[in-house]
């Protein structure tokens, strides 16, 4: 039998919107063992980023152990395959984006794609947020700029499942599948002009056929929540 892993890379980052900036991306290893050949890169922060030093490794680490775990699984998939079921191609690749770089804030995802067989792929995002925590730089997830008190955390969970009832695609919501939101989910955000966008993967909160759906709450929506002294204090000014 014979199975294909295509080169894994971390594609030209661009900024959703009108301003579109590619970034360079950092060669970091290349993986060939027989039939297996996997070149993985890692995006290069823009140089004028005060966040550049410290956010680099932290992307490069993470997406490296992402990398692994899927070539383990490939392997798996390719060594043991399900009895009369003939390997096909299977691929993972990478898609970064940048949504936010400002002085204050750098925020950006990355958006794995991947077929390990079945009947179709499947995607997963991965964010990635730094900014000052406490007077000095850090990456920082969704508590560290809402205050994190019950009654904020009860706020953003209503206001998420506002947006998603709103949202034809959000079946799982229309159906009472889906009632809540994972720790891992709300940890999963982009830092926008304008507010916070929460990817989900598809099957999250509807069908395969939804795909990913985005939930973005406006700053001016999150008023009361944010963080004075936080890491959007002087974005939700605006």
């Not at 995006?43 to 680099?56: G, I």
Request: proline content about 7%.
């Amino acid at each position: 039998m014979k199975a294909t892993l295509v080169s894994v890379s971390l594609l030209s980052f661009s900024a959703i919107g009108s301003a579109q900036t590619p970034m360079e991306v950092l060669k970091i290893q290349n993986l060939n063992k027989g039939k297996w050949n996997i070149v993985f890169s890692s995006p290069v922060v823009p140089y004028k980023s005060p966040f550049r030093k410290m956010a680099e490794p932290i992307i490069q680490k993470q997406e490296k152990s992402v990398m692994e775990h899927i070539y383990v699984e490939m392997k798996k998939t390719h060594n043991e395959p399900h009895p009369g079921w003939k390997v096909p191609e299977l691929y993972y690749e990478n898609t970064p984006l940048l949504w936010l770089e400002t002085q204050q804030v750098l925020s950006l995802e990355v958006t794995g794609e991947h077929y390990m067989g079945g009947a179709h792929g499947m995607t997963n995002v991965r964010t990635y947020n730094f900014g000052m925590v406490g007077g000095k730089p850090a990456r920082f997830g969704i508590w560290d700029a809402l205050y994190s008190h019950p009654e904020a955390k009860d706020n953003l969970k209503y206001m998420l499942l506002g947006k998603a009832m709103k949202d034809d695609r959000c079946a799982w919501i229309d159906e009472g599948v889906v009632t809540e939101f994972s720790v891992e989910q709300l940890q999963r955000f982009v830092v926008t002009k304008t507010g916070l966008r929460f990817p989900f993967d598809p099957y999250e909160l509807g069908p395969y056929a939804a795909g990913r759906i985005d939930l973005e709450i406006p700053f001016s929506e999150l008023k009361g929540l944010i963080r004075k002294n936080g890491p959007l204090a002087s974005l939700s000014a605006k």
